[in-house]
């Protein structure tokens, strides 16, 4: 069994930072986790991804958030996180991770429940 689980959230005015991390539980057996990342879902909006990072630390970014934001990940606690600073308004959304896993000999890409950030003065 594969969950993901979102924490670091929450309300934040124009200018400030936020930290998310998500975090890979797995039932015992083997497993591999290849590309994690970041999509944002707006009210009214279509769901975007933000940023990418794959197993071997190369990284991808949204020209929305390039310089503001940076994802990275620990693989010796299956976590991925995104470090979001200059936060705008446009940033409000809710955020979910997602990791492309191989376990229990299947490959799928497995998503977090989605926590949600808000900007605001």
């Known amino acids: 069994q594969v969950q993901l689980v979102e924490s670091g959230g929450g309300q934040v005015q124009p200018g400030g930072s936020l930290r998310l991390s998500c975090a890979c539980v797995?039932?015992?057996?083997?497993?591999?986790?290849?590309?994690m990342g970041w999509s944002r879902q707006a009210p009214g909006k279509q769901r975007e991804l933000v940023a990418a990072?794959?197993?071997?630390?190369?990284?991808n970014y949204d020209d929305l958030v390039k310089g503001r934001f940076t994802i990275s990940r620990d693989d010796v606690k299956n976590t991925v996180y995104l470090e979001m600073n200059s936060l705008k308004s446009d940033d409000t959304a809710v955020y979910y991770c997602?990791?492309?896993?191989?376990?229990?000999?299947?490959?799928?890409?497995?998503w977090g429940q989605g926590i949600q950030v808000t900007v605001s003065s």
């Open positions: 797995l039932s015992e057996g083997v497993f591999e986790i290849f590309t």
């Open positions: 997602y990791a492309d896993i191989l376990f229990a000999y299947r490959r799928d890409n497995y």
């Open positions: 990072i794959d197993s071997n630390g190369y990284t």
